[in-house]
């Protein structure tokens, strides 16, 4: 590993979830060529089931999909057992994102669109989980 790549690694790993991750990774998927739908600075201080931010794009085979990106960070941006089964934990976030749907008639099919949900962390997932 090179040297900047370290210096990116720690810069991401030290990154807070609130107004850190939170205003970085919306960049990061437009600049993917994702259209970000909210943001989790829009809905902050309001349920946010699992979806800190809800995006539409296409995956690695070219479908189109409804994104939802649930950001750990700063004291759980390491994936681990005890994070995972908590309160507002990963698990939990899952299940609320799966559970509970967006839908925003304004976009054309976008209410139809398959739906992905990913956990995105600036951490390392620990060895007591990664089975699960």
């Not at 008639?105 to 992905?116: G, M, Y």
């Not at 990913?118 to 989980?129: A, D, S």
Request: proline fraction near 2%; charge should be neutral; glycine fraction near 6%.
């Amino acid at each position: 590993m090179n040297s900047n790549s370290i210096i990116v690694r720690e810069y991401l790993s030290s990154l807070k979830e609130d107004s850190e991750l939170d205003y970085l990774f919306p960049i990061l998927l437009s600049l993917m060529g994702f259209r970000i739908i909210q943001t989790a600075k829009e809905s902050k201080g309001q349920s946010q089931y699992g979806k800190d931010i809800i995006a539409v794009g296409k995956d690695e085979n070219g479908t189109k999909h409804k994104w939802y990106f649930e950001l750990k960070g700063y004291s759980d941006k390491d994936i681990t057992q005890a994070n995972y089964s908590k309160a507002d934990g990963i698990r939990e976030s899952i299940i609320e994102a799966k559970d509970t749907h967006f839908k925003d008639s304004t976009i054309p099919e976008f209410n139809n669109l398959p739906i992905k949900i990913v956990i995105v962390h600036n951490g390392v997932i620990k060895t007591n989980i990664r089975d699960t």
